[in-house]
């Protein structure tokens, strides 16, 4: 699927239309034979990789146990168990990034907290930091000594080559 074009196409949608469709998604993905689909390719002590839309990337974890609409999982990184709709879980390893080229910028969609980007600052320097929080309108930044609430717009991406 091309999430960049669908993006595009949701921006033109109202509120009430988007209301819409989410229940509708909603309803769709709570249907008996996509949640039995899904457990038929699990079993409990199996590693496997979700989807986290707040931190909006894959999150390693062991699942524990199935429950009625959501499975039970452990995140590996953190020792942390959670319900998790089964849609979310990532059973044929897709890429979840998504690729867009925005004409200035970046979007929501296209970062991930821990993404280490860089904007100028009011005295028009350059300053860098990890994403700490996705905000609605602005990222939350870790610049070591400093905190920064930046618009997505004035973002762009930096390559931490000694993290490779």
């Known amino acids: 699927m091309n999430y960049t074009q669908i993006l595009e196409e949701l921006q ?3 509120a009430f239309d988007l209301y819409r469709l989410r229940a509708a998604i909603d309803t769709e993905l709570e249907r008996p034979r996509w949640i039995m ?31 009625r609409k959501n499975a039970a999982v452990k995140d590996l990184d953190t020792g942390k168990s959670w319900l998790i709709p089964y849609a979310a879980i990532n059973l044929d390893g897709a890429d979840v990034e998504i690729r867009e080229q925005p004409h200035e910028g970046l979007s ?29 309108r602005t990222v939350t930044l870790d610049a070591g000594q400093r905190r920064w609430r930046v618009s997505y717009s004035l973002l762009h991406r930096i390559v931490d080559i000694e993290a490779e």
């Open 12 to 14: 033109k949608a109202s």
């Open 37 to 67: 689909s899904i457990q038929a390719q699990l079993r409990p002590g199996q590693e496997v990789t979700y989807f986290n839309p707040g931190t909006n990337r894959l999150v390693k974890a062991l699942l524990l146990e199935f429950r």
């Open 108 to 136: 929501r969609q296209s970062l991930s907290i821990g993404d280490l980007v860089g904007f100028m600052d009011a005295e028009n320097e350059q300053q860098c930091g990890r994403i700490i929080r996705l905000n609605d």
